[in-house]
């Protein structure tokens, strides 16, 4: 399974579908054999559209026109087969008419041996011709998968049988009947489910930590309940999509077993899944499932069933007797089709035996890795180059006499500060690619931005380290580039942040998160502006004193106090500002 984060970054459960109809460019060679969509809905039964033939015998290489009509449809899948055994692979090639709607694909490797849907665009008909291979069977039916929406499709609508010409009369085989497969009874729960056994009969994962689910409509709740040798499984949370847990080896997406409820129609669809790598989640028979059950109340969806620990010979089931990392999470879904998750999934921390010992444990919906990254920058570049830039620009005057190791105590606080801003910096710079191991390219500009911010972050300290003496004529030049290097690398670092708090890894709550940005912005612009203010009056002060050198004395050295001590009130005022909104940036990370 994917880490949270999003990172695109981070775990980026993607729950379309994969089938013909979610498939929008047609390459759906996966369907080649069975010629059936993957949606986890039953097809229609009466076609609604028709295969015609421009004639009724062939011979080898003959072309033969195929025609594919009815009403609108979105997605098709074509292929010729031998009229004696339908289920066997596809016979001869394709020749498009109209490669703008319509392309080949490579089916049991014989190329051009099916067509299939370009885009997802309406159409009424296409047009295609079959050319026939030399070693063409005598009978030759095609066949054609329609879908019209995601959860309305046809499949194996056959056309009429073309023959050659001194081939036998066609007989239609006997046919085997093997029993329909009935889909397990869902019914419907009576009452919501209980956490009142969590941590004593029942494995919970919930998030929040310690919510109810029969009480708070925000709490999405999972829990395992073991009953010799099965497991009930019960699923709460927000009701207006999906619900979906997986089970998987790792942190990351892929190779996983899952199960989703979807809302649909006024109705709750409970259906396993399994994931193979970062793609579609791939829709598995229900068979395995029993004591299905479903509820639907005041926009919170309910759903449980129940499995066997062990099943033997059944594809894609994980065995429940073993650790798991569990995932949780849910999305929008409509017409019966499940989109991207509206948040990152929440992950357990560690891998859980939900058959062993009753749990009642919570998760994080970002990587620890993640969290300590956006800690360390908001730390950063909100608070310690804040207050070193404050102290640099507007307090040289007020420490200018008070030393600290031989240096002026506001430079040895200006370099303090900058240099723990530099090394913080440097540090949670490592720690989104040691959690990627590489650089993450579903993360935007937000890499790009953190890579310029810690470029400027260690060039600044070795720009000032050459810095030349007071004096020097080319002192105008290093201040000019010590600023410039400055003010680039924090409003870079802003933008950073803004683009940051938005990716899946570290998805923070919105949009209280982006009024607390904007409000720390407002914060430091405002005092700046009260400190430059303040530093123009007391300029001014000085220059319409009167001419009288011990007045001016005086008066300079009552304004300079008081400038001195507005300044500090300021910067005191500011500080705790600072800190206020660092706590919430902080606090936010803490609890994802």
Not at 10 to 19: A, D, G, Q, R, T
Not at 238 to 246: Q, T
Not at 371 to 392: D, E, N, P, Y
Request: with cysteine; net charge neutral; charged share 20%.
């Amino acid at each position: 399974m994917a880490v949270p984060g999003f990172t695109l970054g981070v775990f980026v459960f993607l729950l379309h579908v994969s089938s013909v109809a979610s498939y929008p460019d047609g390459k759906v060679t996966k369907s080649c054999h069975r010629m059936i969509p993957e949606h986890g809905h039953s097809p229609q039964s009466d076609p609604a559209h028709h295969v015609a033939v421009s004639h009724t015998t062939f011979r080898p290489g003959d072309q033969i026109e195929v025609t594919l009509s009815g009403r609108t449809f979105k997605g098709f899948l074509l292929e010729a087969r031998d009229a004696e055994a339908l289920d066997g692979p596809p016979v001869g090639s394709f020749v498009l008419n109209d490669s703008r709607v319509s392309q080949l694909l490579t089916c049991e490797d014989i190329q051009g041996s099916a067509v299939s849907h370009t885009s997802p665009s309406k159409k009424a008909e296409i047009k295609v011709y079959w050319k026939a291979p030399s070693s063409a069977p005598n009978h030759i039916r095609f066949l054609a998968t329609v879908v019209e929406k995601y959860k309305i499709y046809w499949v194996k609508i056959p056309s009429q049988i073309i023959s050659q010409p001194n081939a036998h009369p066609f007989t239609t085989p006997k046919a085997t009947t093997a029993p329909l497969s009935t889909s397990p009874p869902i019914s419907h729960l009576t009452k919501p489910f209980s956490a009142s056994d969590c941590g004593k009969k029942k494995f919970c994962i919930r998030s929040p930590l310690n919510c109810d689910p029969e009480k708070e409509h925000a709490c999405v709740f999972l829990s395992f309940t073991r009953d010799d040798q099965s497991v009930m499984v019960e699923m709460s949370g927000p009701g207006e999509g999906y619900l979906s847990f997986a089970l998987s080896r790792d942190r990351w997406m892929g190779d996983d077993d899952a199960y989703m409820c979807i809302h649909e129609d006024q109705m709750v669809h409970i259906q396993p899944s399994h994931l193979t790598g970062r793609s579609h989640p791939v829709m598995d028979s229900r068979g395995p499932l029993e004591d299905m059950a479903w509820r639907l109340v005041d926009g919170i969806m309910q759903c449980s069933f129940r499995r066997k620990i062990a099943l033997p010979g059944v594809k894609n089931r994980f065995d429940l007797n073993t650790s798991y990392y569990i995932f949780l999470a849910d999305g929008a879904a409509s017409d019966g089709l499940i989109y991207k998750h509206s948040q990152q999934p929440l992950i357990t921390y560690e891998k859980h035996d939900v058959t062993a010992s009753p749990e009642d444990i919570g998760g994080s919906r970002s990587s620890p890795l993640l969290k300590v990254h956006g800690a360390l920058m908001f730390v950063a570049w909100m608070t310690t180059v804040s207050i070193g830039v404050l102290i640099a620009r507007f307090f040289k005057p007020v420490w200018s006499k008070a030393f600290f190791f031989g240096e002026a105590v506001w430079f040895q606080l200006h370099r303090m500060l900058m240099l723990t801003t530099s090394v913080l910096t440097c540090i949670a710079f490592v720690l989104p690619f040691i959690y990627r191991g590489g650089w993450s390219w579903h993360a935007g500009y937000h890499p790009s931005l953190g890579c310029i911010v810690t470029t400027l972050a260690v060039l600044q300290p070795l720009l000032a380290a050459f810095r030349p003496p007071f004096h020097d004529p080319r002192r105008q030049i290093f201040n000019w580039t010590h600023w410039s290097v400055g003010t680039a690398a924090r409003i870079t670092a802003v933008a950073a942040m803004f683009l940051g708090m938005d990716l899946p890894g570290l998805t923070l709550p919105g949009p209280q998160k982006t009024y607390a940005m904007i409000g720390f912005v407002l914060w430091h612009i405002g005092t700046e502006i009260i400190l430059e203010i303040n530093a123009y009056r007391l300029s001014r002060k000085v220059e319409i004193l009167d001419d009288d050198r011990i007045q001016i004395l005086q008066s300079l050295s009552v304004s300079e106090a008081e400038g001195h001590t507005f300044k500090k009130a300021v910067l005191a005022v500011y500080i705790c500002g600072n800190m206020t909104f660092l706590i919430i940036f902080l606090s936010a990370i803490s609890n994802l």
